[in-house]
């Protein structure tokens, strides 16, 4: 009974990642969500209509009065770090209240060299990553107790956006992007929603790498997920974006979860691919 009355409110729980962490969590948990457009979310009572670019968060914030914040927002980046700001005025000023933030592998992708763990310091050469790790910067002034990062590595998974797009690929005889010097760690929707799920019945606070414990390159996984997607003989289409491999890989090392949350990149392709 007394899980049941943690009140968790998911932004972005329209999304691929946001919705699958909300089937996660509803059964267990007083759980809402956010949506910006989409119909299909507008008659279900838990869900909330916010446009990150003309909604103020407060007002979902109010009426939810959550005890855990999720955020998987996507969207335009200004507009995600004022909301961000928003949520963390929120937290400090209540007392049972704490954010989980999506984050990147991305927030590493200026470090090629090597993969990097959960104290690593971050530095970025995408936009997208600079986005990360301002949010993840902001986050650090408040106490820790009131924050989690979660840096998330490429996600895969039959309805993933991924998965998705290979399979229209394949259905098309179009050519497939593979890096072959990009060294990489991934998991998936199942598993990431349940190490989520367990983060916050432990009541976790500080940085979380929710990614494989092992590491593959791009083309060899990319051809692992397409062999295990049916008899395809695909065109692949090679990217060398440098003659030495190159590592984008967040690996967890010093907060590491229980051994059977911990996922190898193997388990990924065997029990989460199946052909539709």
Known sequence: MQKAKKRILILGASGFIGNAIYKELCSYFDTYGTYCSNPLFRENQQFFRYDLREDDIFRVLEQVKPHFIISALRGDFSAQVMAHQHILEYITRRKNCKLYFVSSANVFDAYSKYPSYEMDKTLSESIYG????????????????????????????????????????????????????????????????QQIHYLINQDKSGIYHLGSVDLVQHEEFIKEVIKRLGNFHPVLKRVFTTNEDRYLAALPKDNLLPKNLRIQYQDIIDHHLTVE
């Open 130 to 193: 600079r986005l990360k790790i301002k949010i993840e910067n902001m986050m650090m002034r408040l106490p820790k107790e009131k924050t989690a990062i979660l840096r998330v590595p490429m996600v895969f998974g039959n309805t993933s956006p991924r998965i998705k797009d290979i399979k229209t690929q394949l259905a098309q005889e179009e050519p497939i992007e593979v890096f072959p010097n990009l060294i990489i760690n991934v998991t998936n929707d199942d598993r990431l929603t």
